[in-house]
């Protein structure tokens, strides 16, 4: 989803940067200011997890285009993202917005991933477990959902 420059001309969205993309001096990431920030809740970083590190909510069934909004709020913990795996849907995969210079392949799921569950790679076999919770779901079931996924008891249920 690499975007255009923004047009001189003014306007708020223009005034604060939000949603352009900022090419890193390697051609790629950071990205810019979210145009919407993602529901997405993490376990703390000094926590382990040998399964879910948290849980991302999109607001619509076409994945990829809220990618690059997830990767700028997955950055700080993770660093630049290398690689997405999931189970997407045909409408996500016609639809992709991840170009060649934005530097992440985006691909099906492992062979083991659960249709549920993303996996973000950074650096260095860096990786975040992200559970996908259903757009459609509703927002007490959503948040009860994310609470889940990243509470204690929650690797044992993805097992």
Do not use: C, K, Y
Request: proline share 9%; aromatic share 4%; no cysteine.
């Amino acid at each position: 989803m690499t975007q255009h420059p923004p047009q001189r001309g003014g306007g708020v969205a223009a005034d604060r940067g939000l949603g352009r993309f900022q090419a890193g001096a390697d051609g790629g990431q950071p990205f810019d200011t979210p145009t919407r920030t993602p529901r997405l809740l993490l376990r703390e970083p000094d926590e382990e997890s040998g399964g879910i590190d948290g849980a991302w909510w999109p607001r619509t069934d076409n994945l990829t285009s809220e990618l690059h909004d997830l990767v700028t709020a997955l950055t700080p913990r993770l660093g630049a993202t290398v690689r997405i795996s999931f189970d997407w849907n045909a409408l996500s995969l016609s639809q992709r917005r991840i170009d060649t210079p934005d530097g992440i392949e985006v691909t099906g799921p492992l062979p083991d991933q659960p249709p549920q569950v993303m996996d973000v790679f950074g650096p260095r076999d860096r990786r975040l477990r992200l559970l996908v919770i259903n757009p459609a779901t509703a927002a007490d079931h959503a948040h009860t959902q994310m609470r889940n996924a990243v509470s204690a008891g929650a690797d044992q249920q993805q097992s």
